[in-house]
């Protein structure tokens, strides 16, 4: 994997990304060339136009992240990447129609917009087609050393056992443990030398995996393998990096405090978020003051009681704030105290299914963001009632009131819509992750990937 902005990203996929917008390009020359024969012009030379060139494709590609273009599914089959491609390559050409309505003037895009669409689509489809098989061979994944036989080697095993899995393990060495779950480990007394036995096997990494790590390390083997130039990773770093959350059932408080993250250079990042929030919630508010406008008249006509929803939420080190979004339930929806939203709930009324669903209902918590109670990227609010019984049932609960909430985060693009405790568990996973790990990178990634929760809602009620 290679780590950028302190967020990790699979070589395939980096270098899928990278295959895909030198192939848009292509597209998009191949579309200008074709138009300037079609009116008998001068192409010119590609120098004068590399800048529009690359423009164009980085929106296109930028439409591919946004849609998960690049997501686990989208890379093992065939048939899901070529509807998000579509998908993608059209939402691409219409930003692109669209800024060329703004900036005007001299330009090609226009005249070429359709002849750069069936274009992409076809290089596009046909380097899936060559590479598909190629992408989720071996020769994309590490050989990984277990160091350990136990349940924790046996979390590793069903996690290689995944299609979209980077590592395949090449061994697994049990150690002096109670109880071997992994059957066909080696056991650690009939390798003579260990550091041989990783470098025959090829192996780029080591995890350890133990149950028990007091009084068992065995430093001597590390210090073996270390200096062979393979690198050693502990189990709870190994999974934050391969799964992109915070593994609960083996972190302690050792390991946050230190392992890298929260890092103090935070100041400089934390002043652009707040800037992007005001400018992007005064422009948000602006365009979408019209829609809210609308459904707001809608609720109040499909059922009594207001057409807002306010509602206390936890907030920023644990401060409480109002929430406002349109309301979506029926105004007794919470008459024995805060529920948790289930599958066809009865208390949400027709218009609230529709706004729930495409997200409308979301859209007034924007002034919260301008207010600065909460940020457009950040972990979901929760009301005080559920924060309460989870923080006496989850450890490490508090932790995510350490960043400001938001109306997405990296929970929210990860995992479905939560209902119950261990919901909230699997979610928090996600959001020490981000509150961990956050740069501006993550949040960019994090709202491009907003739009395929929009356009695919996953678990919304």
Known sequence: MIRLFKHYIPHAVLLLGLLDFGLLMLAGELAWQLRATQIATDPGMLSDRWLPLMGSAAVVWLA???????????????RFAGARLLVAISLGIIALAFIDFLIGGENFWRSTLLYAMGFAVLVLVVDRLLLNSFIGSSAFRRRVMVLGAGDRAQRLRELAD?????FA?????????PERVVEEAIPREAIHDLGRFVE???VSEVVLALQERRNSLPLSDLLRIKTKGVHVNDFSSFIERETGRVDLDTVNPSWLIFSDGFSSGRMFSSAMKRVFDIVASLLLLLLTFPIIAIFALLVKLDSKGPAFFRQKRVGLYGEPFHLIKLRSMRTDAEKDGSKWAEENDPRITRIGRFIRKVRIDELPQTWSVLMGQMSFVGPRPEVPDFVDDLQSEIPFYGERHMVKPGITGWAQINYPYGASTEDSRKKLEYDLYYAKNYTPFLDFVILLQTVRVILWPEGAR
């Not at 591919?64 to 065939?78: C, E, H, Q, T």
């Not at 995944?162 to 980077?166: A, I, L």
């Not at 393990?169 to 443990?177: G, L, N, V």
């Open 169 to 177: 393990i090449a061994s697994y060495i049990a150690m002096s443990e």
């Open 200 to 202: 025959n096997l090829g």
């Open 64 to 78: 591919m992240v946004a849609v998960g273009v690049y997501g686990p599914n989208a890379l093992r089959s065939l």
């Open 162 to 166: 995944r299609p979209e899995s980077g």
